[in-house]
């Protein structure tokens, strides 16, 4: 149980474009998610925080007009990364909690792997 | 605010041996600790979980940590290394209360020599 995915895993698109990242919970009802990026060798960055029906809270630091998040469903977050431009390169991983598991545990996606060229 | 710092960005250890990542944390609330694995590429698997319970807390694939509130520490052990537990390992801390937002670590990078 708590199995939390992410579509698409890798993703390339050129500079300027947008691309939309989904954060699904597939056996359980996400009240929460979370949204994190890692550059290569490093760690996790917590991006922003979303509960279902509002609006996510960001990080500070992240423009929240640039990194677009969407937690329309219990089941579903989606982040789209407008405009896209290299430094944006990272790697995105989802978390959720809610209705599996204690309120305190994140359960995390595979990742998606962003380059923009 | 809460941090945790991890020493040692790369351990290295020979199969069969003992491993031994250390995670130490700041928090001005008793804290939730965790510790998670990352293989190359995906996305972190919780190793083990401390929420107040008892202070030597096991986890999967044979490994444990100790909650020490005066050392402000949660190292992550296990006896004998497999090839298999050669990946990155991230220490976090999240508040009892409020969002649970995670914050993690470094990361650690072990390596297990044949």
């Known amino acids: 149980g708590a199995v939390v995915s992410q579509h698409p895993s890798r993703v390339i698109c050129k500079s300027g474009t947008s691309v939309k990242i989904e954060c699904r919970s597939l056996d359980f009802q996400a009240t929460t998610m979370f949204w994190y990026r890692q550059f290569p060798k490093q760690s996790l960055m917590l991006m922003a925080t979303s509960n279902e029906g509002s609006k996510a809270t960001y990080e500070q630091g992240v423009e929240k007009d640039k990194f677009l998040i969407n937690h329309a469903s219990l089941t579903l977050s989606t982040l789209t990364v407008t405009s896209a431009h290299p430094e944006d390169s990272s790697f995105y991983i989802c978390s959720a909690t809610g209705t599996s598991g204690a309120s305190y545990e994140q359960y995390f996606g595979p990742g998606t792997r962003l380059t923009v060229t | 605010a809460q941090s945790v710092t991890q020493l040692g960005s790369h351990v290295s250890v020979s199969e069969g041996a003992l491993v031994l990542l250390r995670c130490n944390y700041s928090?001005?609330?008793?804290?939730?600790l965790f510790w998670y694995v990352q293989y190359p590429n995906q996305g972190l698997q919780l190793l083990l979980k401390y929420t107040s319970a008892a202070t030597l807390v096991k986890g999967i694939n044979g490994f444990e940590a100790e909650f020490k509130k005066s050392e402000t520490s949660f190292h992550l052990t296990k006896p004998s290394a497999h090839m298999s537990d050669a990946a990155e390992y991230f220490c976090?801390?999240?508040?009892?209360?409020?969002?649970?937002?995670?914050?993690f670590g470094q990361g650690t990078r072990l390596t297990i020599n044949p």
């Open positions: 976090a801390v999240s508040d009892r209360g409020g969002a649970q937002k995670l914050v």
């Open positions: 928090s001005s609330v008793p804290p939730y």
